[in-house]
Structure formats: C-alpha cells, structure tokens
C-alpha cells in the first residue's frame, strides 16, 4: 500500500585498462598507404569493454588527417566502430586517435578484430618485417564514410605499433528510494532490485 518514488542511475566507472594488438617494435620500413584505403592488422581482444583510443606509427607524405576503424574478424564494422579524426604530420611517431565516451566500440575477451585506419591523404604506416602478423587492405574504402571493408585482402605485414586501449566496464549502481506514507510502525521494510545488465 505504501507509494513509493524510485530514481537509478547506472555508470561505467572504466576500473582499469589493457590492450590489444602490437604495442612495440622498432622498425623503420614502411608501407605507404593511399587516401581512402583501409590497411590494418588483425588482433585477439585481451579483455572486454570499451575502445578508448588507438595507436598506430607512421608519418604523412605530407600532413593528413586518418580515422581509425574497429571491425569484426568477419570484417563488420563495428557500433561506433569509428574514431574520431586524427592528424599525421610529416614526421613519424605514435599516432593516437579517440572515441568519445558514450560512443566507443565494444570488444570482447578472446574474440578477434581488425584495426586499422583509413587516410584522408597518403601515409607511410612503419612496419617490423612481413611474418608475425596478419594484416588486411582495402582499396575501396572512404575517409569521410568509412565502411565495412569490402574487398580486404590478407597479408603479412606487422606493423610496428597498432593496437587499441580497452576500458574494462565497472558498471555501478547508484539508488535512491523515497518511501511515502510509510507504515512507521512496521519494523521493516523491504526493497528489492532485479538487475539485468547487458549491452
């Protein structure tokens, strides 16, 4: 009989990071990668949660701007599967690209993905040698939209840095009940929660 006014509020708290992909390597070769071409490699998640940012090493022929792009091993681009825009200038380093919170890819522990970044320009993506690794192109892809692969072939190239910062989900819940009319003669009163959390 008692009225009742209930408030939830769920957060990722994002307790703790881990990587997938390549994270080291100190090779100097380089592929040059053509504008509106999608080239990557293809890597095992080492947890689940949420994409926060990528890495990858190269310089632009001239300064240029890539996004980076999260697919399934089937080559699906994922929900939210792309970043936002990150500029290459014409010296080579670690080139970082982010995905807003709220809007960031979901990977899951043990399953495969493809990362790899389509150019607005041509860019050379440094490479350690051609065994280790397994990397996929795609000459039809788009900067301004890009898309599942469509023609991606295999390769070997292993690029030098390629890989993802995962933010393992911390989900919490805060809860606010405001009992009304309450029976203050009663000993107890019971609240019961039915949680089901999926995404």
Do not use: H
């Amino acid at each position: 009989p008692d009225a009742a006014v209930m408030t939830l509020q769920e957060a990722d708290q994002d307790a703790g990071t881990s990587t997938m992909g390549k994270t080291t390597g100190t090779g100097t070769t380089y592929v040059i990668v053509a504008a509106n071409q999608f080239a990557g490699m293809v890597f095992t998640a080492s947890s689940s949660g949420e994409v926060a940012s990528a890495v990858m090493y190269g310089r632009g022929s001239a300064a240029t701007n890539a996004k980076y792009v999260i697919c399934d091993s089937s080559g699906n681009l994922l929900t939210n599967g792309v970043s936002a825009s990150t500029a290459w200038s014409t010296t080579a380093g670690a080139k970082t690209a982010t995905w807003a919170a709220g809007s960031r890819p979901l990977v899951v522990s043990g399953q495969t993905y493809w990362i790899g970044l389509v150019a607005q320009a041509a860019l050379w993506f440094y490479y350690t040698g051609t065994t280790g690794g397994v990397s996929r192109n795609d000459t039809s892809n788009s900067y301004t939209t890009p898309t599942s692969p469509t023609d991606a072939v295999s390769g070997t190239m292993n690029y030098r840095q390629c890989y993802a910062n995962i933010n393992n989900l911390d989900y919490e819940l805060d809860t606010e009940y405001q009992f009304n009319t309450t029976k203050f003669s009663s000993d107890n009163e019971q609240v019961c929660f039915y949680l089901k959390i999926g995404r």
